[in-house]
């Protein structure tokens, strides 16, 4: 905040959340702390590109103005988001009962021997915030492997055993990993059984069937 012998200015950097094709809004408060009537006047190096509401106005004693700053929307960003725009706020004490209509450019000229008080301001771009990249179904760290279930039950796409040792390294701790080693021990063992079971079963179709052909 600047404390001026006429007006308190807050704050000194006019910071705009820069988004591209957007236009975005700061704002100034003006504090009059004497018992005279200030009037003030905002300019900028860029007119173009900035809308000041209200640029002139007069403040009253012992009250506040706020003056929004809008900036038109950009389709380019800045290089390393730096800004080289100023602004200058401009005051001068004036009779009591002075209006905004009542301002001229000669309260400011102080070749005319008005004591104009004068304010530098800087502006400043921010970045936005950029939300969390998504991440990928099945990339997530830790996750266990996926496949699909065929209608008799059976998983497809990745062996039961590397199923159930992810199951049991994400709901065991560390005090049961010997009973999990044991069920996965298990479980590979049955699944062998029933690839025995499974080709037996396979040779006996075969047999009968040509013992029929004949």
């Known amino acids: 905040m600047s404390t001026g012998d006429l007006l308190s200015i807050e704050p000194l950097e006019l910071k705009f959340f820069f988004e591209l094709k ?40 012992q009250s506040t103005c706020d003056v929004i700053v809008t900036m038109q929307a950009q389709k380019d960003a ?17 009779d009591d ?9 000669e309260m400011f000229n102080k070749e005319a021997g008005h004591v104009v008080e004068e304010c530098k301001l800087r502006v ?16 997530e760290e830790g996750s266990s492997p996926r496949g699909s279930v065929s209608d008799n039950g059976n998983v497809s ?5 590397a199923v159930a040792r992810a199951f ?6 560390p005090e049961k990993s010997a009973e999990g080693k044991a069920l996965i021990s298990r479980l590979v063992e049955e699944k062998n059984n ?21």
């Open 22 to 61: 957007k236009q975005i809004s700061c704002s100034l408060i003006l504090s009059n702390k004497t018992d005279s009537y200030i009037a003030f006047k905002v300019k900028t190096t860029n007119p173009k590109k900035y809308c000041v509401r209200p640029n002139t106005g007069v403040v009253m004693p």
């Open 168 to 173: 049991v390294e994400r709901h065991e701790g």
């Open 157 to 161: 796409g990745v062996d039961s055993a």
């Open 78 to 94: 800045p290089a390393d988001m730096q800004c080289k725009d100023k602004f200058l706020l401009q005051s001068v004490k004036v």
């Open 194 to 214: 029933a690839i025995q079971q499974n080709n037996k079963l396979c040779q006996e179709l075969v047999r009968v069937y040509k013992i029929y052909t004949r």
């Open 124 to 139: 400043v771009y921010v970045s936005p915030t950029q939300p969390p990249s998504p991440v990928p179904e099945g990339s």
């Open 97 to 105: 009962g002075t209006t905004a209509k009542d301002i001229t450019a």
